[in-house]
């Protein structure tokens, strides 16, 4: 029976396969490994050689043992480790030097000052001879590094001989280290034992801001490039990242349609905001002008001088440049009345504009000069992208948008910030009915994606920020909310204040502005229970909600414990003489609106939406107490720093 020798292909197939699962993948784009990735693997993950990159949290240098001059042999090696012992085969030349010291401190004692003397002297001349033979002070520096893709750092041990101590300990030095991965002890599972620093990026110790420990919230916001490497702002990130990304999925997942809505507009879509303008004509220019001319209009007026004054001093110089061509005068002459007329046409033109302006006339304050601005008619930043949305919604049928707001309230709310994020929605063939259960379940799905893909942020979110928040989520995923007409919520009020004196300082009258302790009052002490609050009196909403039969607006707000209305919505008016009526009724510009009401005279349709205050969603998962800790760059009344 013969025997085949197996070839160098088949034994390689008849080895045990090689477990891809067991590697730790570098990122895609990068050779570097996330933290993140590393502490899920933690198994596999020990014995591995990584390049990790991050920046320091925290660093401590522990000194290594120092190592006797006769363990080292002719070649230099040394026959004892720090950290590991020393060699069992010790040489009574080691026994002796170890010995030493205790002989001389006796010596000391009992020798008297003869050997005191003997010793200063030697070590004076013997000191720097002896300094050359000790080798360098050895240490091993023990850092934190994170890199921001998880709330744990990884542990990373850089001897002296790799790279110096005070190149890497300092707080916030960009670290690329490559390495071993090894079981550590204590609170650390594992650790990287640095082999090669690839990158050291250093920092200012005494102006880099995040030197110092536990710097409040409202502090690093006059950081906003650095405070993202602090625990907190980086795990905030990372909530809001779930919650954009669940965003999008939501509306993916029934089938509607990302639209983007323009962020410069001519439309207030609310009627009666405080709006940024756009403009690219230089502030001060345009101040001076408008000084001119109202310095222009006083002295006329204090001098009795009218529009007929000037229109005469007009034809009279029309009179002479006249009389100057048919007599053929020289031509300095002509050209000087000629100038002398332009400047009289010129003022009555400004009397004219005057005149118009007493009478209400043809004077429009959208109106700039288009030779000078960028935009013909006055621009501004979008408060809302409700109506733009709507006129797709009339041709798509769910559309939702996703972007910045801008708002000019200079009102100093824990709520708000001039640059705030919404999540804005509108579907055709729909009612106000069909808005509210939209928006339930979208915040319910919201609620739900953070508690299922942020499980490690939440815990830290627990620990360190507000214990309740996870019980919050989930009270909003389990429950149902409380359904209330405005006049039923004011009905509660009013009896609660009767029952409570002085519990609200508000008179409880028809059409008042339900404020945030109202609406904090009927979610915590009442109904301990999101509360949706519906029809309203149409004065506390836009122009372009539909108006009830009995005089209210179909509108709502959803309203949330601790933070209060986080979602507004409506069904907007499809009747064109009701809305018509209703902007004439508010006194806004009917051209501003022309393409709006254009919906209503073409193919028009029963449609209702909502919107979503994004940054407040982050505020109520993270159970932060102010918006600018949230936003990446939070702008404000009197805060713009980068």
């Not at 050291?200 to 710097?215: A, C, E, M």
């Not at 999925?249 to 323009?262: S, W």
């Amino acid at each position: 029976m013969s025997t085949t020798t197996p070839t160098t292909n088949q034994q390689t197939s008849l080895a045990p396969p090689r477990l891809e699962s067991s590697h730790v993948p570098p990122l895609k784009y990068s050779s570097r490994v996330q933290i993140k990735t590393l502490l899920v693997r933690l198994e596999t993950a020990v014995g591995q050689r990584v390049t990790v990159g991050g920046w320091v949290k925290s660093a401590k240098e522990v000194e290594k043992l120092a190592t006797p001059l006769a363990a080292v042999n002719t070649h230099g090696n040394e026959r004892g480790v720090a950290g590991q012992g020393r060699n069992k085969d010790v040489s009574c030349v080691e026994i002796l030097q170890s010995r030493i010291p205790l002989i001389r401190s006796i010596l000391d004692v009992f020798g008297g000052s003869g050997y005191v003397q003997r010793k200063k002297h030697e070590s004076v001349v013997s000191e720097p001879n002896h300094a050359k033979l000790l080798p360098p002070k050895a240490s091993v520096v023990y850092l934190l590094l994170t890199d921001g893709s998880c709330v744990q750092s990884l542990q990373v041990v850089v001897d002296s001989s790799v790279a110096s101590p005070s190149r890497v300990m300092a707080t916030g030095t960009c670290l690329l280290v490559e390495g071993q991965l090894e079981r550590a002890e204590g609170k650390h599972r594992i650790q990287l034992k640095a082999e090669k620093v690839l990158h050291i990026g250093t920092v200012d110790f005494d102006k880099y801001p995040l030197s110092k420990k536990r710097i409040p919230l409202d502090t690093l916001r006059e950081y906003s490039q650095f405070r993202p490497r602090t625990t907190t702002v980086a795990t905030v990130m990372r909530i809001r990242s779930a919650l954009s990304f669940a965003t999008h999925t939501f509306f993916n997942e029934h089938a509607f349609i990302d639209v983007q809505v323009p962020t410069i507009t001519t439309t207030d879509s609310e009627g009666f905001s405080n709006m940024f303008k756009v403009t690219t004509q230089d502030q001060d220019q345009n101040q001076n002008q408008k000084a001119e001319k109202e310095k222009l209009d006083t002295i006329y007026e204090n001098e009795g001088v009218s529009l007929e004054h000037v229109k005469a001093a007009v034809k009279e110089k029309s009179n002479i440049v006249e009389h100057l061509k048919r007599t053929e005068s020289n031509r300095e002459a002509l050209a000087a009345a000629v100038q002398d007329l332009k400047k009289t046409n010129d003022l009555a033109s400004q009397f004219e504009a005057r005149e118009n302006r007493k009478l209400g006339k043809y004077f429009k304050e959208d109106k700039v000069d288009s030779y000078k601005d960028f935009f013909p008619t006055q621009t501004y930043l979008t408060v809302s992208g409700r109506l733009h949305l709507e006129s797709y919604a009339c041709a798509l049928g769910n559309v939702y948008s996703f972007g910045p707001r801008f708002l000019a309230d200079k009102t100093d709310s824990a709520k708000h910030a001039a640059e705030m994020w919404m999540v804005e929605v509108e579907m055709a063939f729909s009612q106000l009915k069909d808005s509210m259960n939209c928006a339930t379940a979208f915040l319910k799905y919201l609620s739900k994606w953070v508690l299922d893909n942020c499980s490690e942020e939440m815990k830290f979110v627990e620990k360190r920020i507000d214990n309740t928040c996870s019980n919050r989520l989930q009270q909003i995923i389990t429950a149902s909310p409380e359904m209330l007409t405005y006049h039923e919520a004011v009905e509660i009020l009013r009896k609660s204040s009767f029952q409570f004196e002085d519990k609200f300082e508000t008179n409880f009258e028809s059409g008042v502005v339900l404020t945030s302790e109202h609406l904090s009052y009927l979610t915590e002490a009442i109904y301990m229970n999101p509360v949706i609050i519906y029809n309203y009196p149409k004065e506390a909403k836009p122009f372009y909600v539909r108006q009830n039969e009995d005089g209210t607006v179909a509108a709502f707000d959803l309203v949330v414990p601790k933070l209060g209305a986080l979602i507004s919505g409506s069904q907007n008016e499809e009747r064109l003489n009701m809305i018509s009526s209703r902007i004439d009724e508010l006194g806004l510009s009917r051209e501003k609106y022309e393409w709006y009401l254009d919906l209503r005279r073409n193919g028009t349709v029963k449609n209702s939406g909502f919107t979503l205050r994004f940054d407040l969603m982050v505020l109520f998962a993270t159970g932060l107490g102010n918006v600018r800790d949230i936003i990446p760059f939070p702008r404000s009344y009197g805060k713009a720093n980068n």
